[in-house]
Every structure is written in structure tokens, then in C-alpha cells.
């Protein structure tokens, strides 16, 4: 599930973390339960991301000529 903010499976603690920390850090361990998580199966969105945060860079670096 993607867009509520995302919790750990096993513990239910909020995790506090955006789809941009999870792109860049796909496994990531819950502080509380320390329980490991894996986000792998992302990949589609991230490419979506990726390409988001180029398009971003683009139109910056064409103003800051
Ligand atoms: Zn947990």
C-alpha cells in the first residue's frame, strides 16, 4: 500500500518515511521491532521517480543560466 504513509508490517510503528527515502533506501529496518523491510518491488515507481527528479534538475539548471 503506497500513500497513506507507510508502517512496519510487523509492528505497526509509523515508519516516518516518503516514497523519495524508500527510492533511495530500498531495505530499511524498523527502529522499534527492527524488523527488515524490503521495497524492492518499487521498481516501477522509482524509475517513475527518478525520471521526475531529472526533469526537476533539467528545468532548474535552464533557469540558473
Ligand atoms: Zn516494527
Not at 43 to 60: D, G, H, P, Q, V
Amino acid at each position: 500500500m503506497i500513500g497513506g504513509g507507510f508502517v512496519c508490517p510487523s509492528c505497526r510503528t509509523p515508519l516516518g518515511i516518503d516514497l523519495g527515502f524508500i527510492i533511495e533506501n530500498p531495505v530499511c529496518q524498523c527502529p522499534s521491532c527492527e524488523a527488515i523491510m524490503s521495497f524492492e518491488y518499487n521498481e516501477k515507481i522509482a524509475k517513475e521517480y527518478r525520471k521526475t527528479l531529472k526533469e526537476i534538475e533539467n528545468i532548474k539548471s535552464s533557469f540558473s543560466v
